[in-house]
């Protein structure tokens, strides 16, 4: 039975070993070589102490940390009241509807609702308020990445609300808690694991964001996810693209590291 269990095994360790080990492998060897394939540590050494590269650092985390935090605020309500709801699982379905829809076609349909004469603006005329550049800014770009994320948040926060034990909610009114403190003492950090979860699911994400920045921000937003896909595509610059790659592995390991369940001494973890 052992040797059988071990059998099946076998694909999930392969898939490990050649779509995550491998790749990840790859990118730290290749993050050590220079423009000419020579071994150096050049890469890590101006990643460091450039200014540039480091403000896009900066940039990255501000960015995701705002899409993020948006999205929390909108997702936690949005949860809360869905599980609330008679047929949730309907309105669950129809939230993750869009996650089913390709990305590249959810920004151009952004493109045409934001661009200069695009409906946004159509109503804006209307209304008499006038054009307005919202195409190619922080706001578009902010609101476009929030809508793409708010499924991957709403899911796990879901979750974690709908495994609550409802007695738990009881007992807290029974013992005369009001409904504020019912959610600050009780549902909330039950949940806690959720938002968690849907912290992950969006931060880590958001950090790498290209095609978004190329297409709604119109490369006004810079991070470390168009940095690289400048070094592969235009400047053939692998090792320093490859460099920052590591460095976006090691924040998003640092991200899960911070947001993950950790254990007592005892082994049991704590929430």
């Keep these: 039975m052992t040797s059988t269990k071990r059998m099946y095994a076998v694909p999930y360790f392969l898939w490990l070993l050649l779509f995550v080990a491998a790749p990840v492998l790859l990118i730290v060897y290749q993050s050590f070589l220079g423009i000419n394939g020579q071994f150096t540590f050049a890469n890590y050494t101006n990643y460091f102490t450039s ?11 501000i960015y995701a940390f705002i899409i993020t935090l948006i999205t ?19 309105w669950l379905m ?36 006038g054009q307005q550049q919202i195409l190619f800014t922080d706001f578009s770009f902010i609101f476009v990445a929030t809508y793409i994320e708010i499924p991957f948040m709403i899911m796990p926060i879901f979750n974690a609300l709908e495994e609550m034990n409802p007695s738990l909610i009881s007992a807290s009114r029974d013992l005369g808690a009001n409904s504020v403190d019912t959610f600050r003492r009780v549902i909330f950090p039950l ?25 709604i921000g119109g490369n006004r937003v810079i991070t470390l996810g168009t940095a690289i896909e400048e070094h592969f595509l235009v400047t053939q610059n692998w090792g320093m693209g490859s460099t920052i790659g590591v460095i976006l592995i090691l924040a998003m390991l640092l991200i899960m590291v911070a947001t993950g369940e950790k254990k007592r001494k005892g082994g049991e973890k704590t929430r």
């Design 51 to 61: 200014a540039t590269y480091l403000e896009m650092t900066v940039n990255s985390v």
């Design 72 to 90: 929390l605020v909108i997702s936690y309500p949005a949860a809360y009241v869905l599980n609330k709801t008679k047929h949730k699982q309907l």
């Design 94 to 129: 129809l939230i993750i509807l869009p996650t089913w829809v390709n990305l590249l076609l959810k920004a151009y349909a952004f493109i045409g609702i934001f661009s200069t004469h695009g409906s946004l603006n159509q109503f804006f005329a209307f209304i008499g308020i």
């Design 191 to 215: 949940s806690l694991n959720g938002v968690k979860s849907g912290v992950q699911a969006v931060f880590i994400p958001s950090l790498s964001l290209f095609m978004l920045t190329r297409l």
